[in-house]
């Protein structure tokens, strides 16, 4: 078994067809009911047939649309069926963040109209759009279109091709570092801006662009944040042309400053955590994980937990695809918190039985998780519940150790993917995880983004920290004979012990 597969996928022929029953042939095919474009790679034209065509003009010409009954709407997050807010809900048109109580929403699909295809059926049609240009299911997000924004017009995607990204093989370090022989690391961060907030990105501005097209009153899109939130925003909003705000405050950023159910007169679309439709695009890295693995699901997938919305659309992605038939369980799911943001971890540790309290976030070099009071914190608890999941930390002596361990061992990780590492640490030290058990660990940013923490860990340049696994440079005169020497002595320390 090898990730390549997910770019091995056989050819299909997706013609529409009427669905004969409630579970069609196991030959793939596009029913009536589906709005679609062939995902086919339409042959090549002559430049002087089609001169100014691209992968959307060749979309649009290839377009066969039908009538389709998927849709997904806004509801209130876990609402007890017996309630009022049981019958609460809103159109993905609609600009609203919290429900009328003042709780999260979430997006919720039409099931029993996905379930009118089967397993089969699903799995093969996402695995015939792997490796294609064809518009928009290049993207590892928009591959899976029908189950993230099933009624939007493929010309309203705003998309760089995000997703598909890398399930490594951590061979070396999963067998000596952790003596196990199945270790992945799934790189979201190998994205357009360096962070898996890409995927959830894709989804929300598509869907501001689609209301700008409708006339809806958007002017822009804001976020409050200094990392990838607004990396992602800003770079996905330049590509649709829509302008984007980010608030950098000098000291912290407070989320009362957003009147964040606010329905009338032209307004910022707010882009930041509570806007649950970000998740939906972060779920497909999870679908994603199952494809890569043939459809399937490993024992573990752990995930760095700041803000919490990531471990909530790693279950839902996963829920999705066991309710649908693609795979018959879920795995079981990690958070791995920074020790100096950890109030998940707390509440865990409590036995969840305790009103959960928000904590004063300490700094740590895992800084996109340095997070004290979650806005998902109710959707990560739901998730960790149903799937019987842990919730453990790492302190920054912890966590840098093994970003250093990882990147001796040829992966490039950033802190947070440490934090992850330093939970399955002490997994495995419980004889929690096993040798033999198949773990992902998701890596949410790229390496780049925190070379400077690279650097002073290996040059032993950080207070009260003390880097043991630190590989600092050596300085050596300019002549020959002093640079053979410290080779002579580096590679004799690395020779095999007899």
Sequence with gaps: MASSSLFQSPPLSLKPQNPASRHPPTKPHFATTIKCVSTSTPPPSSSSEHPHHNI?????RHNTTHSHHFSARYVPFNADPSSAAAAESYSLDEIVYRSNSGGLLDVQHDMAALKNYDGKYWRDLFDSRVGKTTWPYGSGVWSKKEWVLPEIDSDDIVSAFEGNSNLFWAERYGKQILAMNDLWVKHCGISHTGSFKDLGMTVLVSQVNRLRKMNRPVVGVGCASTGDTSAALSAYCAAAGIPSIVFLPANRISGSAVDSRSHSGAADYLA???NSLRLEGQKTAAIEILQQFDWEVPDWVIVPGGNLGN???????FHMCKELGLVDRIPRLVCAQAANANPLYLHYKSGWDQEFKPV????TFASAIQIGDPVSIDRAVYALKKSNGIVEEATEQELMDAMAQ???TGMFICPHTGVALAALIKLRNQGIIGTNDRTVVVSTAHGLKFTQSKIDYHSNDIKDLACKYANPPVQVKADFGSVMDVLKKYLLSKAPKN
Aim: charge should be positive.
């Design 360 to 363: 004063k976030a300490n700094t």
């Design 272 to 274: 930041n955590s509570l």
């Design 56 to 60: 959307r003009d060749e979309a649009r």
């Design 406 to 408: 990882a990147d001796s």
């Design 311 to 317: 471990i909530y659309a790693f279950y839902k992605g």
